[in-house]
């Protein structure tokens, strides 16, 4: 009985959690922006604006889920649900804990990541293409240029890590850092992988595809109700997903003196959520061919350096 | 017989035949990524996983991408939808069946008859074997693809630099 | 580059700052009394409409949002109406300014949002107050050599009596 109970344990526990960090996540944001700002930001709802998660959550539900006429009916419907559960499927090989995790030792856990990102891209395209709206339009196709040009410099930035572990799987990196996190011999792939992070979750300062000021609201201005929702629930679950793939990649998981492993993931996953939302509050959105220019002239030679530089010392570490 | 390998071959099939026949581009780009997807899953029951992991992430993450982006941007309309329920009317699909047919029974036989075609359901080939055989045997391969990279790199950039604009 | 980090230290050193939010229906902010908001009419020391319908104010306003009509009894005059449309008023204080007779004041009140657009003209019933408002003991009447019933000419504050243009004597 016990080995069918756990996993589905593992599994229910963990979407909804993921669920949970990604609602209480846009409260988080909306404090932190307003403290960032001199502001309290929303307080009214409950103690603190805890409540507040509830209460857009109403909001959402209740709002008229209205699908255009014009637009590509079933489509416009399979086009948020791909989004999500790409980042949900991807939380499946996170490892939390030595004990917890659904498939954190898939031995191509981080390729999984990967390929559910890749996916992740057809939910932007494919919301822009139906909706059947030329600003919609413009933000699947600015959507599919920046996810697909930043996920090789996400992926080759990673390979330092997965050279320097020797392993695929996410289970084994963290393994491999019960010394010395990655961050120190990896600072560069770290950085790369922060912002290829960002352009990946779309978040600002990259959110070409949403862009407010420049194509509506990109490729979601359509979207209403619980539609929209989960675009925005995937937005945020994709920030927690990256900053847990930051923790297990780079800062070294569940590993930590004196506290429990459950409680320096989620303290390392929260820092680096929190760092999400200074970067929002700090930087103004760049241009497009800014972006696009800066992630190949810049961030492809330096990720590749990363790898000769990484290559090398393993294999002069070796003494071959 | 491993049930899961047929169920994933079965939807690779109705999803392949549904992509040839839709008359909307954008859905037929869908199918051919949900066959891609069974693709990978197949890979992984007979025991690939970084093969079906790389065919969800080139294939179906990346190449497919470009092709739904393409369609998106040549902007097909009604009129186009119109032409390509003329192309399945007529006796147009007649001829490629057929020689498809004829060729999956010359497949079908030559899987039957083959000897060398051993199952090798359940061997796992994790990614560090794929790797030394990658650059081991196979090191030739490797490095001609590179090579047709590179110049696909270089054309590339040759096509699309700025030609007498001011940077 | 080194902007980019400087400005996420700049906002990362935001947190500490103190919050320039004003919790508005909770904490209410000080308004001067010579805050311009809501227009009330007011009335004299011995309860009479101050207003003497002298229709400076409806002249003055710069978006024509005060109308009046005059009517008048045992010599005085007072508005028989008095609307002012506060959806269309500016609250500049032009017409306190006009008033010759401090009937009509700005008060510091501006919480008058309504549901109803048409709820926002104001007829004389909301804008009478029951006191004398900034002007405590200032009764027109008093000061004016106009002759009501009770108050002969030459009787009012500071004023001389009337001169008997018939008298030889000067």
Redesign the interface.
Known sequence: MMPIVWPILVIVVTVFGVLGVAALSTTLERRLLG??????GPNRVGPFGLFQIIADAMKMLFKQDWIPPFADKWVFLIAPIIGFLAVLLSFGVVPITPIWGVAGELNVGLLFVFGMLGLGVYSVVLAGWSSNNKYALLGGMRAAAQMISYEVFMGLSVMGVVMAAGSFSIRDIVEAQTNCWFIIPQCLGAVIFLLAGIAETHRLPFDFPEGENEIGAGFHTEYSGMKFGLFYLAEYAGVALSSALITTLYLGGWHGPFLPPFLWFAIKVFLLICFYI??R???PRPRYDQLMSFGWKVLLPLSLLNILVTGAVILLRAGV | MNIMLELYGLIAIGATALAITRTIPVHGLLYLVVSLLALACMFEQLGAPFAAMLEIIVYAGAIMVLFVFVVMMINLGQPDQLREKGWFAGGAWIGPSVISILLMGLLVYGLNHNTMAVGTVGAVIGPKAVGLTLYGPYILTVELSSFLLLAGLVSAYHIGRRIGGNS | MLG?LR??W???L??F?????V?YPDVKPYLSPRYRGRIVLTRDPSGEERCVACNLCAAACPVDCISLQKGEKEGRWYPEFFQINFSRCIFCGFCEEACPTYAIQLTPDFEMSEYVRQNLVYEKEDLLISGPGKVHDYSFYNVSGLKIPGKNKGEAENEAKPIDIHALMP
């Open positions: 403290v960032f700002q001199d502001r309290p200074l970067l509050a700090a930087l | 980019i400005t996420i700049l906002t990362f935001h947190m700052h103190r919050n320039e939010t919790q």
